[in-house]
């Protein structure tokens, strides 16, 4: 699943960009490129007909071919805000769902719709959610903790679901080897 993937929204597609780039300056860049997955959307919508309107996605996907495994990237820029409690409301809570769920169900569709793949072969994939953080320093426990007792929701779609510093996670890609 993984190398259709890659063969689409990287080969045929050229959604890639640089983690700097899709994070919006939050992290610095690796010499890997991510698959910036903002753009994806708009490209469905316009040449594809997958979608009616435009959903609301996650910002970049990573790929770890040898593990045909996908990582759905959403990237939270905290260094403003002062308690993680008066940030991660219902509300955003919420926006942060909607998007993983709107991401899963457009990609699966568009694979459908292309032939690449079928909803159980998209579905029975290994999935991971990243939520990717940056906070003033001494702040990063408290974020930590609280976003991780809250994103346990999508247990039963996925993998693995981390929460994760910037610095901590450009360390994953690198180790992963991921891309």
């Keep these: 699943?993984?190398?259709?993937?890659?063969?689409?929204?990287?080969?045929?597609?050229?959604?890639?960009?640089?983690?700097?780039?899709?994070?919006?300056?939050?992290?610095?860049?690796t010499d890997k490129f991510c698959i910036d997955f903002d753009m994806f959307p708009s490209f469905c919508l316009k040449e594809c007909g997958?979608?009616?309107?435009?959903?609301?996605?996650?910002?970049?996907?990573?790929?770890?071919?040898?593990?045909?495994?996908?990582l759905f990237i959403e990237f939270k820029d905290l260094k403003t805000?002062?308690?993680?409690?008066?940030?991660?409301?219902?509300?955003?809570?919420?926006?942060?769902?909607?998007?993983?769920?709107?991401?899963?169900?457009?990609?699966?569709?568009?694979m459908v719709k292309k032939s690449l793949a079928t909803y159980d072969d998209?579905?029975?994939?290994?999935?991971?959610?990243?939520?990717?953080?940056?906070?003033?320093g001494d702040k990063k426990r408290d974020f930590h903790n609280h976003f991780k007792g809250k994103v346990n929701r999508f247990n039963y779609l996925v993998e693995n679901i981390q929460v994760i510093n910037c610095d901590n996670f450009k360390q994953f890609i690198i180790k992963e080897n991921l891309c």
């Design 81 to 110: 805000v002062n308690e993680p409690k008066e940030w991660l409301t219902t509300e955003k809570l919420q926006q942060i769902y909607l998007k993983v769920h709107e991401s899963f169900h457009m990609l699966s569709k568009y």
């Design 50 to 70: 997958v979608c009616q309107n435009e959903p609301a996605t996650v910002d970049s996907l990573f790929l770890n071919i040898p593990k045909n495994h996908t």
């Design 122 to 136: 998209f579905y029975h994939h290994k999935k991971s959610v990243f939520i990717v953080y940056d906070t003033q």
């Design 1 to 29: 699943m993984v190398n259709k993937l890659k063969n689409e929204l990287v080969d045929e597609l050229s959604l890639t960009d640089t983690l700097k780039s899709v994070s919006d300056n939050m992290c610095s860049d």
